[in-house]
């Protein structure tokens, strides 16, 4: 079945970085737009960033573009996410999310990432 195991959140300094991964399995990894959202106490879960299958490219919402980069390895089923000048705001239940086609949505458990001093 699928399974997208989120890894590499922690508690940061503002200032600080962090890089996510995620590990996915049980479908064509390669052939998914796989994303990160992230979640904050008492708010809707947001997207973070999106890395398109057909096309290759990425696109990152406003509030971490210039900051947060997704990438990901084909070879090894996986998305990274790296996180730099972590502010405060961006503490939040981090989430990978695997669209196939077809319109297949699947989701990882979350890593919980916090920036504080």
């Known amino acids: 079945q699928v399974q997208l195991v989120e890894s590499g959140g922690g508690l940061v300094q503002p200032g600080g970085s962090l890089r996510l991964s995620c590990a996915a399995s049980?479908?064509?990894?390669?052939?998914?737009?796989m994303s990160w959202y992230r979640q904050a106490p008492g708010k809707q879960r947001e997207l973070v960033a999106h890395?398109?299958?057909?096309?290759?490219?990425?696109n990152t919402a406003d509030s971490v573009k210039g900051r947060f980069i997704i990438s990901r390895d084909n070879a090894k089923n996986t998305v990274y996410l790296q996180m730099n000048s972590l502010k405060p705001d961006d503490t939040a239940v981090y989430y990978c999310?695997?669209?196939?086609?077809?319109?297949?949505?699947?989701w990882g458990q979350g890593t919980q990432v916090t920036v504080s001093s």
């Open positions: 049980g479908f064509t990894f390669s052939s998914a737009t």
């Open positions: 890395s398109y299958s057909i096309s290759g490219s990425t």
């Open positions: 999310r695997a669209l196939r086609p077809g319109g297949s949505a699947s």
